[in-house]
């Protein structure tokens, strides 16, 4: 290690000892939000430019909405409330039955119309939960995905392939 690079360590950094014999540093945890951001964004940009590309051999797509919730629907929070409930029961975790344990409880909001959309939902939040803990399980979305979306409806146009990109909540219908 030359001169120069014991100064920096020691002098600019204030670290005591040598570099060589530090740690290697460890990351902060993920926080669960900024995962969600990540997805969103990935998630509507690649929706957006397959839909725009689908969409151009009948005609160009200039401009395209996309709407968003603001909240979860009723079932969703009836699901919510479920797995919470599991989660809890369990030791903050999910056995391995889970999907068995909500089925047998035959619950009034797991309906024979719902109970496709309603398992997929509770699959995701599930394996969320397993990755990054009880946020995943919050009963109020995480992130506002109007405001996310509308803060960068430039690079999502940008990146889509679509000139304007305007983004509405479910209520703005």
């Known amino acids: 290690m030359c001169i120069r690079d014991r100064h920096i360590w020691t002098e600019v950094l204030g670290e005591k000892g040598s570099v060589v014999n530090a740690p290697f540093p460890t990351a902060d945890p993920i926080e669960y939000s900024m995962h969600v951001a990540s997805r969103v964004i990935a998630d509507v940009c690649k929706e957006i430019r397959i839909q725009a590309q689908k969409n151009a051999k009948k005609r160009n797509v200039d401009e395209i909405c996309v709407y968003v ?27 391995a039955d889970t999907t068995k344990q909500v089925q047998a409880a035959k619950e009034s ?22 990755k990054y803990g009880e946020d995943a399980i919050g009963s109020t979305p995480s992130i506002d995905d109007a405001d996310l979306l509308s803060s960068i409806a430039e690079y999502v146009a940008k990146t889509s392939g679509v000139q304007k990109v305007h983004v509405l909540t479910r209520e703005d219908e």
């Open 109 to 130: 909001w797991l309906t024979k119309e719902v109970m496709p959309d309603a398992m997929a939902f509770m699959a995701f939040i599930r394996q969320n939960a397993e």
């Open 69 to 95: 919730a603001t909240t979860f629907l009723p079932w969703q929070m009836s699901a919510l409330e479920t797995l919470k409930r599991i989660y809890a029961a369990n030791g903050n975790s999910f056995p």
